[in-house]
């Protein structure tokens, strides 16, 4: 399946959201943190900070509900 794997060079970098053309601070990113397409395009993220891979679902895990890739 494919997943956007936030760059770990991005870990802790904060993410700001615009509301009524202000920004907002919503959250921050976690180094090596995996998005589905459809969540990344919801939580409209910066494409900069992720890159794209291919992995097998059974190969992925949640930690503090954030999910990564086993290796």
Do not use: H
Not at 29 to 47: C, D, S
């Amino acid at each position: 399946m494919k997943y956007y794997k936030v760059k770990p060079e991005f870990d802790n970098k904060k993410i700001y959201k615009e509301v009524n053309k202000r920004k907002e601070y919503a959250g921050f990113y976690i180094g090596n943190e995996l998005y589905t397409e459809k969540e990344a395009k919801k939580l409209r993220l910066n494409q900069a900070f992720l890159e794209p891979i291919e992995v097998s679902k059974k190969k992925i895990y949640w930690c503090f509900g954030a999910r990564f890739a086993a290796e």
